[in-house]
């Protein structure tokens, strides 16, 4: 089968369209024919090995996984003898942390996937499992967000925030969106109460009180979180310096600022699925590539400038 493989650590150009064995299917894995891949920011960090203490687990000196990328959406074509659940035809959308989605077929845990409804398509469904995730238990999980509460979301026209802005609504927040004016329209229709544009109002000066502070571009201080919110969740970091300088600051003070892994499990995917299908939901794709162009798309979204998701085709 066809699929990107990556030998060494640097930039999208290490990445190479490669014939490779066919993924073997454990007793609790599915095999999935890949319809269509989604872009995002842990792709290009893995692909770079950056943050270096993140080689650590994927590897210090070379990719410990060969095949790239996270998120996916196909059909089940395979499953092993413990599955239940799946069955040979379902469309079905997940992510691989560490790799492997790139590619024509991938294995899958059934843990780490979920079913959604044939009339959706490939590619909405691939643009949501990170990001999706990412979302969900931002301001779910871990912000304990309720209905009735006020959010502030930074970043809120990418990948991470145009989700978030949209899951805070379905779980009756009002909430309050960071973009630049060029994308403030479009973070308004995604279900705004404001906008305020960082182009236009200096966000570390902003005297907001909120409920939560989400602060998916990563931009934001330890004061800002302090100053602006009764609890926070850092998901993005802009620069290295700026991550340890924050978690520093967060080791010594007893404001409530969260940072997590995002788990890919089948409960809060499905409940991202049911969330599209009843049109609560709705991934706004700014791209779309074909599979050859994979290594474009990551280099895309690298200059951090997307409005919603970036997406890349197996079918075309």
């Keep these: 089968m066809k699929a990107f493989v990556k030998t060494k650590y640097g930039g999208p150009e290490v990445l190479k369209l490669e014939e490779v064995e066919m993924p073997t299917i454990k007793e609790?894995?599915?095999l999935v024919k890949v319809v269509a891949n989604a872009a995002n920011p842990a792709d290009w960090h893995l692909l770079r090995g950056e943050p270096f203490f993140a080689r650590f687990t994927s590897g210090l000196f070379k990719p410990k996984e060969k095949?790239?990328?996270?998120?996916?959406?196909?059909?089940?074509?395979?499953?092993?003898?413990?599955?239940?659940?799946?069955?040979i035809g379902d469309s079905i959308f997940g992510a691989k942390?560490?790799?492997?989605?790139?590619?024509?077929?991938?294995?899958?845990?059934?843990?780490?996937?979920?079913?959604?409804?044939?009339?959706?398509?490939?590619a909405?469904?691939?643009?949501?499992?990170?990001?999706?995730?990412?979302?969900?238990?931002?301001?779910?999980?871990?912000g304990k967000l309720k209905a009735g509460e006020t959010v502030l979301i930074n970043g809120a026209s990418g990948g991470v925030g145009h989700f978030a802005v949209?899951?805070?609504?379905?779980?009756?927040?009002?909430?309050?969106?960071?973009?630049?004016?060029?994308?403030?329209?479009?973070?308004q229709s995604l279900g705004a109460d404001k906008?305020?544009?960082?182009?236009?109002?200096?966000?570390?000066?902003?005297?907001?009180?909120?409920?939560?502070?989400?602060?998916?571009?990563?931009?934001?201080?330890?004061?800002?979180?302090?100053?602006?919110?009764r609890i926070a969740v850092m998901i993005g970091f802009t620069t290295l310096s700026h991550m340890f300088s924050t978690l520093f600051r967060k080791a010594?003070?007893?404001?409530?600022?969260?940072?997590?892994?995002?788990?890919?499990?089948?409960?809060?995917?499905?409940?991202?699925?049911?969330?599209?299908?009843?049109?609560?939901?709705?991934?706004?794709?700014?791209?779309?590539?074909?599979?050859?162009e994979i290594p474009e798309a990551i280099g895309y979204i690298e200059a951090m400038r997307t409005r919603g998701k970036v997406v890349m085709n197996w079918s075309s």
């Design 252 to 292: 010594f003070s007893k404001f409530p600022l969260i940072q997590f892994t995002v788990e890919v499990n089948q409960d809060d995917l499905q409940t991202l699925a049911e969330m599209v299908e009843q049109g609560k939901l709705k991934p706004q794709i700014e791209k779309e590539f074909s599979y050859q």
């Design 195 to 229: 906008v305020i544009a960082y182009d236009q109002e200096n966000i570390h000066q902003h005297n907001g009180k909120y409920d939560l502070v989400i602060d998916a571009n990563g931009n934001l201080t330890h004061n800002d979180y302090k100053r602006m919110g």
């Design 124 to 142: 909405e469904m691939a643009s949501v499992p990170i990001a999706g995730l990412t979302s969900l238990q931002g301001l779910i999980t871990h």
């Design 166 to 187: 949209q899951i805070a609504k379905v779980y009756g927040a009002t909430v309050t969106a960071v973009c630049s004016s060029r994308n403030a329209d479009f973070v």
């Design 67 to 87: 095949v790239a990328g996270a998120d996916f959406a196909g059909t089940v074509v395979g499953k092993g003898s413990n599955v239940i659940g799946f069955e």
């Design 97 to 122: 942390l560490m790799g492997t989605a790139f590619a024509e077929f991938v294995s899958v845990p059934v843990s780490a996937c979920a079913r959604f409804p044939k009339h959706i398509s490939f």
């Design 28 to 30: 609790d894995h599915i």
